[in-house]
């Protein structure tokens, strides 16, 4: 019996189980395949483990998708989470080559995925506050955002939560520097049923860029880290 003989709830489940290079590659094989490859029913959940998967086309955004997690985990990620004032020129460079992929991919998921119930951002210290006040107010049905190590967070965000995450239910905010007690302290007092959950983030540094010429101990630093 050949693959395509088999009829379209088997050929679903049997995509379910390969990864998603693996069903792209089964896709380019013949067109039944690729109908299958995209179906919305075969991409209700979506897992990158790296800023560069987020440019293949080995995927399908719709509003299939309930779940979506994005997890760096490279040494690159402790360059993003240095502030910019402190970067040098060559880790500003490395940082230009990725550091709008994770706000373009999440503006897409804005326009397509309006069902989306579950989002894990770690290690993207480039999204934005911006780009996450958008996401709450595009995806009304949200129910848990879980954010690690995201550098450029901020109470702002905090607020666009209070603000739009009516459905929210649980929300992380872990390793988030630029988050204060004085945010968390207001989003709990505005939305007293959220399970909130904030390691560390509070009792980090915030980023401070100098007003005037950097201090000898901040040029120290600096140089240290280049």
């Known amino acids: ?62 509003p299939a998708l309930k779940s979506l997690s994005i997890c760096w985990h490279s040494s690159r990620v402790q360059v993003c989470s240095i502030e910019d004032w402190l970067k040098s020129a060559f880790q500003r460079s490395i940082c230009s080559r990725h550091e709008s992929l994770v706000n373009d991919f999440l503006l897409q998921v804005c326009d397509r995925c309006p069902n989306l119930a579950s989002v894990t951002l770690s290690g993207c210290g480039h999204v934005t506050d911006d780009c996450l006040a958008r996401l709450l107010r595009c995806c009304p049905r949200l129910r848990v955002l879980c954010l690690e190590n995201c550098a450029r967070v901020t109470n702002r965000t905090l607020a666009a939560v209070a603000a739009h995450g009516r459905a929210l239910q649980t929300l992380h905010v872990d390793f988030c520097r630029n988050v204060s007690a004085a945010g968390l302290r207001r989003l709990r007092a505005a939305c007293p049923r959220l399970a909130l959950r904030a390691e560390h983030s509070a009792a980090m540094i915030p980023d401070q860029p100098p007003r005037g010429p950097l201090a000898p101990g901040l040029a120290l630093r600096k140089r240290l880290l280049r």
Do not use: Y
């Open 1 to 62: 019996m050949h693959i395509t003989q088999l009829n379209r709830e088997c050929l679903l489940h049997l995509f379910s189980f390969l990864d998603k290079d693996s069903r792209k590659n089964l896709a380019r094989t013949c067109p039944q395949l690729q109908d299958v490859f995209e179906d919305p029913a075969l991409w209700p959940l979506l897992h990158f483990r790296s800023l560069t998967e987020l440019k293949k086309d080995n995927f399908l955004l719709s």
